[in-house]
């Protein structure tokens, strides 16, 4: 299966003028019901996938293997282009190089690598993070690995929030040079931070997450941010949903009279069922299913 296009549509997004918000998805329903609303992209998160696939926090618990297949269903279920959140790249430089190669078989459109150290140090509360020097190996890593030249490769780094302004930029300066094709940045606070980061590096900027003051997507275009997160609402609503639906079952309610169920039309149009008639029809003879 060729992944190239969808490589290309994030790459545009990419080297446009605009600032797009993607839709948080998390699996083959989630990202086909983002692909039918117009999203240009799926932004599949580190906390979600965790979620997803564990049931457990973002705490560095989820293995690649089941990152990657869990890309592997969604790149199966839609064409929507996806960036994945490849948070450390699961252990030194050179797991980061087997990371990329895993994702780029998945079908993931882009990845992030961040400079976090993951999983927490023994003994150390908070945010912690690798050297520069260990962040620049990664990315170099991490492009050494790619096989398909399209794949979209992003440095990302918190370090704003942790270790101050002056070493987001630094460490932003080091991997442009590395040849990373966008910059991802995590706790900018202000306008006046995204500025300064704008001001100081050259290529485009996805942001995870802003304070409200930031939400402009016209202000934030003028930054180069091409990409802004908005965080992982979908999942919840879907959590809420379910609780709320086995609460009531619980408690004997008909599931006739329960309330907020997709529709049958949604639902069908979620499985594909129009084209999997369709191919029955063709493959097996069947006309009327």
Known sequence: MSFRKRREALRAILNGSACVRPGSVYDATSIRIAEDLGFELGMFGGSVASLAVLGDPDIALITLTELAEQMRRMSRASALPVLVDADHGYGNALNVRRT??????????????????????????????????EGVGKMKAALDGRGDPSLV???????????????????????????????????????GELEAISAATTLPIVLGGAPEEMTALDYLRGQRVRVALQGHAPFA?????????????????????????????????????????????????????
């Open 100 to 133: 990329v190669q895993e994702l780029e078989a998945a079908g993931a459109a882009g990845l992030t690598i961040e400079d976090t150290l993951l999983p927490s140090a023994f003994g150390q509360a908070g945010t912690q993070l690798i050297s520069l020097e």
């Open 153 to 191: 490769v992003m440095g990302r780094t918190g370090a704003a929030s942790v270790t101050g302004l002056d070493d987001a930029i630094a460490r932003a300066k080091a991997y442009e040079t590395t040849g990373v094709d966008a910059l991802f940045f995590t706790g900018i606070k202000s306008r």
């Open 237 to 289: 609503a879907a959590t809420q949903a379910v609780y709320q639906t086995l609460k009531a079952l619980r408690e004997g309610t008909s599931p006739k009279n329960l309330n907020g169920l997709a529709s049958a039309e949604l639902t069908s149009r979620a499985m594909r069922d129009a084209d999997v008639k369709a191919r029955t029809g063709e493959f097996l003879g069947l006309k009327n299913r």
